[in-house]
């Protein structure tokens, strides 16, 4: 958090009417660059400026250089000016500021916006958490200030100011955030909103206890946060595949190196070099949020191929059969059409199998095998076979550890099943297969890990 001594010059700001500066009034500047960002220096106006259209300023603490007894003198945009707040404090008796009150640090020369945490211990000491970095530290209470804004040429508490319309995350809200080592994401962590805090901050709640058995806060800024990403996600995955795997409660992000039977693979984290072998239920592929949308990185997925004699799964376009997938097998193609045989339905003398010319866009390869864990689940969303098809449902009923009650939705009715009559329900979705994998799944493993 510490700036340079000498700021980077600013770019001249467009035309605007300068404000009511004199020679010699105390101001305040603020700045947008990297790093400084809700950073305020003390100043004195020297006198008007051209280029840009503002003030020169003379630092209150800043130097010229390195060494020199001269303070920096720099032309300021009017934009970047304002009077310096009134002499507000808290109280002489060293009491802190209300807890998540938005409050003024001075440190390396500057007034910088944080949010207070409380008093520390010992008379006069008050903690600041600063959510841009991350940071918390302990100041004299005499170094700490309440808030203040400048608008429209009054002074104005946040107390009284509405948070940003722009703030996308409201209170109870399930979010992800991510772990910086460095500059860098390396991980995401399952939180969810406690607070929004003035003006583009969260008190966050992670979601996965501590080995006591608790829960941790953080208050941070909105840019360290972001939604949590689509539930569904790829069920066979392929080597060079850029993912996040949920260990220790977290989705650290990385790569598959290889792949092993069973729906197992060994994933390598982007920021160590030790490899762990996971089951795919611990797996989802890599989305970024940009731009308030989903980018979904560019995976090694391969177009499948139907030969002859391949199985697969078919789909038809008439009423009453909308949403069924039918076994079969590819006996040729022809352009983008595939005659296929299927396994279970009859040609019209009811003895041969049907064969039937089928578009490419209602043939998928045949879903992998998941493995049924500790029977199906109340909600779970499965395949059920009948009527020569699976066809999608819910699980509306556990009856047994063998005997379900399947809920169509299309249909509104429901039916029961033998547990050997259901599978796992997945899609075939730009040459993957694709599981909406229950939340559940994320508090299950953090316990056994």
């Not at 066979?236 to 795997?245: L, M, T």
């Not at 949020?289 to 980018?295: M, N, R």
């Not at 376009?317 to 590819?330: P, V």
């Not at 819910?394 to 550890?401: L, M, Q, T």
Request: with cysteine; charged share 25%.
């Amino acid at each position: 958090m510490r700036p340079p001594r000498t700021p980077r010059r600013r770019d001249a700001a467009s035309p605007q009417t300068a404000g009511a500066f004199n020679p010699g009034d105390p101001v305040e500047v603020l700045t947008d660059e990297p790093g400084l960002r809700w950073a305020h220096f003390e100043a004195v106006i020297v006198g008007p400026s051209t280029k840009p259209r503002g003030y020169t300023v003379e630092y209150e603490a800043l130097l010229e250089s390195e060494g020199s007894d001269r303070k920096l003198r720099e032309a300021i945009p009017v934009r970047s000016l304002r009077p310096r707040p009134p002499p507000l404090r808290a109280p002489a008796s060293g009491e802190a500021p209300a807890v998540h009150a938005a409050v003024d640090a001075l440190h390396d020369d500057a007034w910088w916006l944080g949010v207070a945490l409380g008093g520390a211990d010992g008379a006069g000491k008050v903690k600041v958490c600063f959510p841009e970095t991350r940071e918390v530290i302990e100041f004299d209470a005499a170094d700490v200030r309440p808030h203040l804004e400048w608008v429209d040429g009054e002074w104005c508490c946040p107390d009284s100011m509405e948070i940003p319309k722009t703030m996308a995350y409201t209170k109870g809200i399930q979010i992800e955030v991510s772990k910086l080592e460095g500059d860098s994401v390396v991980a995401w962590v399952p939180a969810v909103v406690a607070k929004t805090i003035w003006k583009n901050n969260l008190l966050v709640e992670y979601t996965v206890p501590k080995s006591d058995g608790t829960l941790s806060e953080e208050i941070v800024d909105v840019k360290h946060v972001r939604p949590c990403p689509p539930q569904a996600s790829a069920i066979k995955f392929h080597i060079d595949d850029e993912v996040e795997a949920f260990q220790g409660g977290r989705w650290w992000l990385g790569v598959i190196t290889d792949v092993h039977p069973e729906l197992r693979y060994t994933f390598k984290p982007a920021h160590l070099g030790v490899e762990v072998q996971l089951s795919q239920k611990l797996l989802r592929l890599r989305s970024d949020w940009v731009d308030g949308q989903w980018t979904q990185k560019s995976q090694n997925s391969s177009k499948p191929k139907f030969k002859q004699g391949v199985k697969v799964e078919c789909s038809s376009d008439d009423t009453g059969f909308l949403g069924a997938w039918f076994e079969a097998t590819i006996l040729k193609s022809a352009g983008s059409k595939f005659l296929v045989e299927y396994a279970i339905l009859k040609a019209d003398d009811g003895i041969n199998p049907l064969t039937e010319s089928v578009e490419r866009r209602n043939i998928r390869p045949c879903p992998p095998h998941i493995p049924v864990v500790d029977g199906f689940k109340l909600l779970d969303e499965v395949d059920a076979f009948c009527n020569d098809a699976w066809w999608v449902g819910v699980i509306s009923k556990v009856i047994s550890s063998h005997k379900y009650t399947v809920y169509f939705r299309p249909w509104k009715e429901e039916k029961e099943f033998e547990h050997g009559q259901l599978r796992f329900h997945c899609d075939w979705m730009g040459g993957r297969w694709m599981w909406a994998s229950p939340v559940r799944f994320a508090y299950l493993f953090s316990v056994h890990l």
